[in-house]
């Protein structure tokens, strides 16, 4: 999966920033008038269907968290105001990496001077222990002033890459993709998913408004299943509705209902291949629960069309990945 190929991305269809994009933006031109990132950098990030006026948010954020009203003190007071080096962003163990021009979108807040950026490798690559991915050059207070707040993103989104394409590689050979979820953490929303798409993965809602799921809650509330999702479909009648069911009586009254997307939640591999049989082809069937890494093969083969997978942003390890630090060619 190539995460910059825009016919593969959520992206809005008056070539604005995407579903997900908080800057209200239609067009390119009005994203590049409210990002303060360079013009190049921005249109990177909107390539990649992430939008630009969020991820220069979120580096100000992390930035202002770093510094909480000052300046960095150990940096300052050891570094020439001058001083220019070369920062390596090196891959400590395999994966894929995901998040680097978030990384550059970080040091561009911080960066009182022009930083050169030499890119070694792209979002999505595979990528061995030991290799650079990304070489910047500029002032080195600015350098490492930014050092960790680039770090923790880059590390966090490619932790959640080589996590996902452990899943995608389990289901090859199989119509299955994995799926994320809303599980998400606050803030980071747009930048964990964009790390499963590098993954290979594909994602899920991403928001309450741009597609309904019934859970067990909602059916409660209504007085079941097929109430639930009736009544969404009355309400909202244009919205994709995903039905959770936990039996295959369940699955039955929803998908006469006209369910578009049921999720088959802790189905056993032998309840899920029922369920596809069951259902024929009149919706798109997602299992959920009792997945793991071990049995995900067996699940894809059942002929569901998703997997879904909370653990992809919720509890994904850190890709290790550091900063080495040398003298300016």
Known sequence: MNPSDPTELPLAS????????????????????????????????????????????IANVAIQEDLAGG????TVATIPEDAVATAD?????????????VAEAVLSVVCTDEFEVERHVEDGDRVAEGQKLLSVTTRTRDI?????????????????????????????????????????TPGL?????????????????????DAALVKDNHVVAAGGVAEAFNAVRESFPEVPIEVEVDTLHQLREVVDAG????????????????AVALVAGRAALEASGRLTLTNAKAYAATGVDYLAVGALTHSSPILDIGLDLRAAE
């Open 14 to 57: 008056g070539g604005g920033c995407g579903d997900g994009c908080a800057c209200g933006a239609e067009t390119e031109e009005e994203a590049f008038m409210e990002c303060g990132l360079d013009p190049a950098l921005a249109a990177l990030l909107l390539d990649s269907g992430l939008d630009p006026v969020e991820v220069e948010d």
């Open 189 to 209: 929303r747009g930048l964990e998913k964009f790390a499963v798409r590098c993954g290979g993965g594909v994602n899920h809602r991403m928001s309450l408004s």
């Open 259 to 274: 369910a578009d997307l049921i999720l088959l939640d802790n189905f056993t591999p032998d309840e899920c291949e029922e």
């Open 144 to 184: 490492l002033t930014a050092e960790r707040s680039a770090l923790n993103l880059l590390c966090r989104m490619s932790g959640i890459a080589s996590a996902t394409r452990a899943w995608a590689d389990a289901l090859d050979g199989t119509k299955a993709k994995v799926r994320d979820t809303r599980k998400t």
């Open 89 to 101: 962003f090196t891959a400590r163990e395999a994966g894929v990496v995901a998040g680097l021009r």
């Open 71 to 74: 300046v960095d003190v150990t």
